[in-house]
């Protein structure tokens, strides 16, 4: 689907004023103009994402950063005029990177840049050498001889393909997560892999990993994709190509961490809410301004621009900013089990966690019997050159569990075309961040969010989702 | 003016065969047809700079990869049957860039990429801590009063501009060039500069700084463009910034490098010379394979074409692979010094060393009564999609020298447009280089050297052009 371009500020406030004016909705069509106005002239999302990164700056879970990125929302949320602000504790596990070294030894030598996958044990003190055996993919791994794999570093090159709705990443994502596992059945002594990104460049993509209790831990490391084609091109010469790695990752035990919450308190049904998100730790080595800084600014801008605009709306809008979505969704697992008698009164969740790039499509995962009110709200958003999308949403990785509770989800789809070239890399930072684009996110959220709590629409329960694995 | 797209090879081969046709040049019109066919077929130049890249990668003057480029160069001449290889020995120092740590202490914390800019002296030991002052560009620096500065660590925030041409480049490089000089006059303890670079990212772009015996030396880094971003906003916050600095860059004394030269003897008139060059050093944090294997790979492979499809030429080709480019032009002035007999029998010089993007523009530095020749050359390499220039060439760094001892040079320009997103940093490798692109580049170098080989042109001596500073 192609994104529209979107029409000027003025054509696309009477685009919606003249929509609205068709269809009775309790939302007061002069209110809807003047958010869209107010929206339209506030670089709010974009300063909030700019006072995160500068102000606090990386912040994996459990470390200082972390902990200053809570002070940090907190702060913020008052500032900005919630009404409620509070937090909930998660336990967390505090990883930290340390050095990460790879290095080409024979036949020629040659330093790589390499990331240690998040959890990823560390190698000896003074690193390890090995060949290398490459391997096309996870699967390819599985069928690999055990004993072609056994003393040696397993290097899985799978690419990862460029994709509007990042359709790429799946594919390519379990030889992150399962890579070290796979290889260590076989014996391997540590894994590297192609970095799950689209760029062409010399920045590592890290991200979790995970490890099995039936097989030895190993460590895992991801290379940069300009340092996977040198390794890749060496090997394919066909002489014996040998390695060191020294990676000096370590944990440091638990945390308390938190899910920061602000709230706009509803006028009549305070006790329904529109819950919108986003996640508020990040990777290390960037400054986490796409992932998932631009969904803090977003969704944070948009509830005060509506309280800023039109007052306090019907029902209550929540803003929750997950703990450690980094590190295996554990803040909004936390949510779910701390909040399961409060479940119900969710009238719908949105999670804004794909970067920064435009809007270009509205799915719901919404009851029947508000799939009418879906097709006005896409009608309100079309202006902002979002299509009408279908009823499957899933929402972001942190509200994916909700559907199961019977809780709505609506997903508002974003151009990933660009974003893993950043994604989990020292190069996440603000500068990546369009204006206009992260400025029709938030008029968008608040357009939603507003449509959502000012009307008595009930879209629960939602149809029902796969549980998360 | 536009790069004009470049037409089908047979097309493009039945281009040039009619133009031939139709003048009475003493190149065979059948034999640019078997070049323009063998170049359109060939992948040499990209499997030069591959090997380079691959085999030697980072080969700084003096340094062990240096060394190592050497033997490569004078092993690939041979390959390649080249009829006579040879060194003429060039004494470089050589320097060592080492750990190159930054930090902004207060009032937030962040790690920065820097760079120390090539011959910079180190920080001390552990070292230095200071407040920074922000300049625009060296020309404000110049008029900051000195107490602004004294003990401070100064930051030029200059930025690039974007241009196809490169010419956003000078403006900007002074800066990194002089910053050092200009600080200490004010007793700064250190100087930062912006990158000299249009990208947006977090490599540093390192390049040759100078010192002046007039005052003290200071340490000088590059930071990535995303980091002189962070650096500015927190300044223009209007609070103190401190920031530390630790650079271990190290001299190492002066060593031997070669340039390394192969020639096709010519036929007829062996004694006169068609010369082109690119430099076989780059800098140490990438492979070089932009600056400058690309060069080294279209010139090395476009007189190999020529010999190969038709024979050797009449007058000799000179392929020179210069020393030490990067750091002061240091072959090419060792060139002019022992070869200063030889300079009169140049018919012509050409360099290749802006990147590997397509030539869309063909410059001369001829004598008037060359004129109609190059004008014919110009018309050879149109279907390229190269248009015919001026008569202001300068020949690319290590040969504009050369004008001012009468011998003509052209330019063959590139499209610069994403050169400088990736000059002088880590992200200079081979995947940047696009296949058809650098084709198109010794295709037109094939034409170019086999035009001015085989006919009795001479444009000596070149009209007169200011001698290097």
Redesign the interface.
Known sequence: MAVQSVPSKTLLISAIFSLLVGFPSQANSDNVEKLTTASSNSNLAYEIV?SL?????PRIAGSEGDKKAVAWAEAKFNELGFDKVYKQPVRVRNWSRGLSEAKILTP???NL?VSALGGSIATPEKGLQAEVVMVESLEALQQTPADDVAGKIVFINKKMERDKAGKGYGPVVVGRSQGAIEAARSNAVAVLIRSVGTD????AHTGAMRYSPDVPKIPAGALS??DA??LA??IEQGNPVKLSLNMQAKEHGWQTSYNVIGEITGTEKPEEVVLIAAHLDSWDE??GALDDGAGVGVVMAAAKLIKETMGSPKRTIRVVLYANEEFGLVGAKQYVKDNLDDLKNIIVAAESDFGAGKIYQFDTRFAEQALPFAKKVSTLLAPLGIEEGSNTATGGPDIYMLPSHGVPVVSLRQDGTEYFDYHHT??D????IDLEAIRQNQTAYAIFAYMMANNDVDPRPAPELEPVQ
């Open positions: 700019s990164t500068l102000e606090v700056g020629y030598s040659h840049v062409n460049s010399r920045f994709n300009s084609d040198v091109a060496i960037g400054t020292a190069n930072t603000l500068d990546k």
